[in-house]
Nanobody, 120 residues
Framework: QVQLVESGGGLVQPGGSLRLSCAAS????????MGWYRQAPGKQRELVAL???????NYADSVKGRFTISRDNAKNTVYLQMNSTKPEDTAVYYC??????????????WGQGTQVTVSS
């Protein structure tokens, strides 16, 4: 069993910054890709950013240059630094991790989600 626990969401003014964290724990042998997704009311869940175990990153066009994804492999933790936030960044943010368990089974789990609201 693998658990993902997110933290760091909240209310931020437009143009402000926020940092999200997501820690994976449990019977983990290795984690490959980790990522952040978001879902705004009435919209489908969309990819925000991905990072591979080797540090290769991919971003949605809407957040390029403003958001930075990073990870600490020793802590099985992924971060999302959100700068220059906009009201359209308001959503529930979910982390996702894919990897291999201690008993050599592949896994893909979602976190519980954390609300980010950008508003003055």
């Amino acid at each position: 069993q693998v658990q993902l626990v997110e933290s760091g969401g909240g209310l931020v003014q437009p143009g402000g910054s926020l940092r999200l964290s997501c820690a994976a724990s449990g019977s983990i042998r290795s984690i490959n890709d980790m990522g952040w997704y978001r879902q705004a009311p009435g919209k489908q869940r969309e990819l925000v950013a991905l990072i591979s175990s080797g540090g290769t990153t991919n971003y949605a066009d809407s957040v390029k240059g403003r958001f930075t994804i990073s990870r600490d492999n020793a802590k099985n933790t992924v971060y999302l630094q959100m700068n220059s936030t906009k009201p359209e960044d308001t959503a529930v943010y979910y982390c996702r991790a894919e990897g291999v368990t201690s008993w050599s089974r592949g896994f893909a789990y979602w976190g519980q989600g954390t609300q980010v609201t950008v508003s003055s």
